[in-house]
């Protein structure tokens, strides 16, 4: 599975953005997905995740509440909305997907858990 992160840009606190990662060579109904991020000077870490119905997420406490992870497994396509965001929310996001065969209503948290990654899309919040 390919993935393709798009929608990063430039945005004022308080501002919204919604990231789109479309998915080619394989179908994400299959894939638990996630996003992680990465500041400059920081390790990634995990934002959030979703089931392969979309019937489960998970979100970091720094984003719960502001962010919003959804699905269109038609569109093989997952997205990140992100509302009232904070300068600490710059980064580089990147989607990822991991296979799952059995427990299709569980989500995951680690790098580990993941084996196909995206390239990054920029996020910057400005004060």
């Known amino acids: 599975v390919q993935l393709q992160a798009s929608g990063g840009g430039t945005v004022q606190a308080g501002g919204s953005l919604r990231l789109s990662c479309a998915a080619s060579?394989?179908?994400?109904?299959?894939?638990?997905m996630g996003w992680f991020r990465q500041a400059p000077g920081k390790e990634r870490e995990f934002v959030a995740g979703?089931?392969?119905?979309?019937?489960?997420?998970r979100y970091a406490d720094s984003v719960k509440g502001r962010f919003t992870i959804s699905r269109d497994n038609v569109k093989n396509t997952v997205y990140l909305q992100m509302d009232s965001l904070k300068p600490e929310d710059t980064a580089v996001y990147y989607c990822?997907?991991?296979?799952?065969?059995?427990?299709?209503?569980?989500?995951?948290?680690?790098?580990?858990?993941?084996?196909?990654w995206g390239q990054g899309t920029q996020v910057t919040v400005s004060s």
């Open positions: 060579g394989g179908t994400i109904s299959t894939h638990a």
């Open positions: 979703i089931s392969t119905g979309g019937g489960s997420t």
């Open positions: 990822t997907a991991r296979f799952v065969r059995y427990s299709r209503s569980s989500t995951y948290g680690s790098e580990d858990d993941y084996r196909y």
